[in-house]
């Protein structure tokens, strides 16, 4: 374990505890604070974390983004653009909403390896 696992270690989940340790490691090598700040938001409790609808990413974001949100992406509204979606969890009409409309869902770790530097990505919370 890393030198961040004494925060995280009370994490039930080991998945979630070698993601968080993944972004914290991937944000001291590049020097990139957001992966620093998506780890802090998910070791915060399941409660405060943030729980985003398509409807509020149809609204703020353009065709094409890539959209980051830290937490769990529902499925209430629609959803008229095509995104690039990474969420920790996603509800299935999410998924299948956004799959209609031509867009994309990858994961957080996925994300971090295929954008490093973390440039051109919402955070929504």
């Not at 993944?22 to 992966?35: D, N, P, Q, R, V």
């Not at 609204?59 to 920790?88: M, Q």
Request: proline letters at 3%; glycine letters at 8%; hydrophobic letters at 40%.
């Amino acid at each position: 374990m890393g030198k961040h696992s004494r925060y995280i270690a009370r994490k039930n989940n080991p998945q979630l505890v070698m993601l968080v340790e993944k972004l914290y490691t991937l944000s001291s090598g590049s020097k990139t604070a957001l992966w620093r700040d998506v780890a802090r938001r998910l070791e915060s409790p399941t409660k405060s974390r943030a729980a985003v609808n398509l409807s509020k990413l149809d609204r703020i974001c353009n065709e094409g983004d890539t959209v980051l949100v830290p937490g769990k992406l529902l499925g209430f509204g629609r959803i008229s653009k095509k995104l690039t979606v990474s969420a920790y969890s996603h509800s299935g009409t999410a998924a299948r909403k956004l799959a209609e409309a031509g867009g994309v869902f990858i994961s957080i770790e996925k994300l971090a390896e295929k954008n490093p530097a973390g440039s051109n990505i919402k955070l929504i919370v």
